[in-house]
């Protein structure tokens, strides 16, 4: 399936869970492999998944290889404490204490909070969704159970794909085949349908992850930048220091139920104003193709 596909309904529920199989959709047709020549011009691996939560027409390209994360983990991250929330095992606003050993190299957030020595759980999860920051993730890990533990709620949730196995930064260090710390873009639509649309959190977490997203301040030249602009849009990026480049989405077109996006892009030496190129030309053709 490495080939481009546009496709909707039976065609598609093979790939996907019971739950949403209903979602249904008839085919129509796309301009010939638009997402195989954004993946030549960019020199690397290119895996997109696109689901129209709304009539379940999908558009994809490589969706079941293997991609690194990246900080995409940090959406489910953070829906896995929301899910701990729902259940009341934990305070969202229940404050964790740091200290100058919790910095890491990228923590704009915590660091800024260095000397108040603390951040509510709540404020982790927006720190680490709005600005990516690594610190903020490896806070809030432990009230999961470390990696082994996100990945555990990602099996309940319906996901038996992506994984998560280190901390950040180690978790950007990937070399062809990895298995640690990947997902599919298959995988990751699925996952963000489970989290955003479906019942795996309760409709005020739903509601608080989407707004997360929505805030985000990394993706401004990734998909956001490609979409139509009378959309509302929210997103989570990951980068690592060797040409992986990625960015995840919730989409609304007006009136319309969201759109869900994955792309992850695995070009080795690329430059990060290239990939970004790359990854704003899926966003237009999204735009182009599902308005």
Do not use: H
């Given at each position: 399936?490495?080939?481009?596909?546009?496709?909707?309904?039976?065609?598609?529920?093979?790939?996907?869970?019971?739950?949403?199989?209903?979602?249904?959709?008839?085919?129509?047709?796309?301009?010939?492999?638009?997402?195989?020549?954004?993946?030549?011009?960019?020199?690397?691996?290119?895996?997109?998944?696109?689901?129209?939560?709304?009539?379940?027409?999908?558009?994809?390209?490589?969706?079941?290889?293997?991609?690194?994360?990246?900080?995409?983990?940090?959406?489910?991250?953070?829906?896995?404490?929301?899910?701990?929330?729902?259940?009341?095992?934990?305070?969202?606003?229940?404050?964790?204490?740091?200290?100058?050993?919790?910095l890491l190299e990228?923590?704009?957030?915590?660091?800024?909070?260095?000397?108040?020595?603390?951040?509510?759980?709540?404020?982790?999860?927006?720190?680490?969704?709005?600005?990516?920051?690594?610190?903020?993730?490896?806070?809030?890990?432990?009230?999961?159970?470390?990696?082994?533990?996100?990945?555990?709620?990602?099996?309940?949730?319906?996901?038996?794909?992506?994984?998560?196995?280190?901390?950040?930064?180690?978790?950007?260090?990937?070399?062809?085949?990895?298995?640690?710390?990947?997902?599919?873009?298959?995988?990751?639509?699925?996952?963000?349908?489970?989290?955003?649309?479906?019942?795996?959190?309760?409709?005020?977490?739903?509601?608080q992850l989407a707004?997360?997203?929505?805030?985000?301040?990394?993706?401004?030249?990734?998909?956001?930048?490609?979409?139509?602009?009378?959309?509302?849009?929210?997103?989570?990026?990951?980068?690592?220091?060797?040409?992986?480049?990625?960015?995840?989405?919730?989409?609304?077109?007006?009136?319309?139920?969201?759109?869900?996006?994955?792309?992850?892009?695995?070009?080795?030496?690329?430059?990060?104003?290239?990939?970004?190129?790359?990854?704003?030309?899926?966003?237009?053709?999204?735009?182009?193709?599902?308005?």
């Open positions: 399936m490495r080939r481009r596909e546009f496709v909707g309904g039976a065609a598609a529920t093979v790939l996907l869970p019971a739950w949403l199989e209903a979602l249904g959709g008839a085919a129509f047709a796309a301009p010939a492999d638009p997402l195989a020549a954004i993946a030549s011009e960019a020199g690397g691996r290119l895996g997109v998944s696109v689901l129209d939560t709304g009539t379940g027409r999908r558009l994809w390209l490589d969706p079941l290889a293997r991609y690194p994360l990246c900080s995409t983990f940090k959406v489910p991250l953070a829906a896995a404490i929301l899910a701990r929330a729902d259940r009341g095992e934990l305070d969202v606003q229940r404050p964790i204490r740091f200290t100058q050993g919790d990228y923590a704009p957030v915590v660091r800024e909070n260095l000397s108040r020595g603390e951040m509510t759980l709540a404020e982790l999860c927006a720190a680490a969704i709005e600005w990516s920051d690594n610190a903020a993730a490896n806070l809030l890990l432990p009230q999961l159970g470390g990696p082994s533990g996100l990945t555990r709620f990602l099996r309940s949730a319906g996901d038996s794909i992506t994984r998560l196995d280190r901390v950040e930064p180690e978790l950007n260090e990937y070399k062809p085949g990895e298995l640690r710390d990947t997902t599919t873009p298959m995988a990751m639509t699925t996952l963000l349908a489970a989290l955003l649309t479906g019942d795996v959190l309760q409709p005020t977490s739903r509601k707004d997360w997203m929505i805030g985000s301040r990394t993706g401004d030249k990734r998909l956001r930048a490609g979409l139509p602009k009378g959309w509302r849009v929210g997103d989570k990026t990951g980068t690592s220091g060797n040409g992986q480049a990625n960015d995840i989405a919730i989409a609304w077109p007006p009136n319309r139920k969201p759109i869900l996006i994955a792309c992850y892009l695995d070009a080795p030496g690329i430059a990060p104003e290239k990939a970004d190129r790359a990854i704003a030309s899926v966003g237009a053709l999204v735009g182009q193709l599902f308005a």
